[in-house]
């Protein structure tokens, strides 16, 4: 078989999406099928002494999560609180990149991913998405996953459950046209979870993650001080958030350079999340 004759992970997700509909599955936020343990290795994180993050009036501190409750086959479960950390054996990690994609940065990102051969998982806004479709595609043929952020990025708790819905779906069926497949995660704006935001999440087949480690990356503290964030915070099942797009994100894409190989040199096994089907 020639190689353009190969078929690309898009277009197996858009076969997958026309053969079983854009509805999701229950599941958990487990690693997905394959994934190994990392080789054991001293931890990445930094000095014991350094104060923890204080949470930012900008990104809300998220919820703290739990275990995801027993459902009814095919349903997805309407949470209290955002999932915050990934199960499984090993010292994993999930890196998530949020409110892009955006041309100036999402690139050099992927770029630096694909050379260390690692997954990650960006929450997009519909209103980026829709502007750059080719970077979507790149990340379906690259292997990482896309999660609903939201049409315009707005404070949930403030509107209506139809503009909430509105704001959902036009994200996930844009997600859907571009990426290949109906998001299974999603992520509120600002870490600003309520109740009609995990029910209507929940009718749209997506599960709610937020974080467990804050690189503050959008206040632009410098490459250093996110550098510091990700190995003070490293530990076995973190997700840890920064941003692709939503202002200058030149110091994101230079932190990522620099802490991705150290992450992966203390042994550490960067995957994302899979939900599997009960």
């Given at each position: ?137 790149r990340m379906a043929d690259e292997g990482h996953i896309v999660g609903n952020h939201t049409w315009s990025h707005p404070l949930l708790t403030r509107l209506t459950h139809a503009r909430i819905r509105s704001e959902m779906e036009r994200t996930s069926a844009i997600v859907e046209q571009t ?99 009960v």
């Amino acid at each position: 078989m020639k190689k353009d004759q190969l078929p690309t992970r898009r277009r197996v997700l858009l076969a997958g999406a026309a053969a079983v509909g854009a509805a999701g599955t229950a599941g958990v936020f487990a690693l997905g099928p394959g994934e190994k343990a990392a080789r054991s290795a001293a931890p990445a994180a930094g000095p014991a002494a350094r104060r923890p993050l204080k949470p930012s009036a900008y990104r809300l501190q998220p919820l703290t999560g739990y275990g995801p409750p027993r459902a009814a086959p095919g349903r997805t479960p309407v949470r209290r609180r955002p999932l915050l950390s990934v199960s499984g054996l090993g010292r994993t990690m999930v890196l998530t990149f949020d409110d892009g994609p955006d041309p100036r940065y999402t690139p050099d990102i992927l770029d630096t991913l694909r050379a260390y051969d690692v997954p990650a998982m960006f929450f997009v806004c519909g209103q980026m998405a829709a502007a750059h479709p080719g970077l979507l595609e790149r990340m379906a043929d690259e292997g990482h996953i896309v999660g609903n952020h939201t049409w315009s990025h707005p404070l949930l708790t403030r509107l209506t459950h139809a503009r909430i819905r509105s704001e959902m779906e036009r994200t996930s069926a844009i997600v859907e046209q571009t990426y290949g497949e109906w998001p299974r995660w999603f992520r509120a704006p600002y870490g600003a979870w309520n109740r009609a935001a995990f029910q209507i999440g929940a009718e749209l087949g997506m599960e709610p993650l937020a974080w467990t480690v804050d690189t503050l990356d959008w206040t632009e503290p410098g490459t250093r001080t996110i550098v510091d964030r990700v190995a003070d915070g490293a530990a076995p099942g973190v997700v840890v958030l920064s941003h692709d797009a939503g202002g200058d994100r030149s110091q994101s894409v230079r932190a990522l350079r620099r802490y991705l190989p150290r992450l992966l040199d203390a042994g550490y096994h960067i995957t994302v999340p899979r939900r599997h089907q009960v």
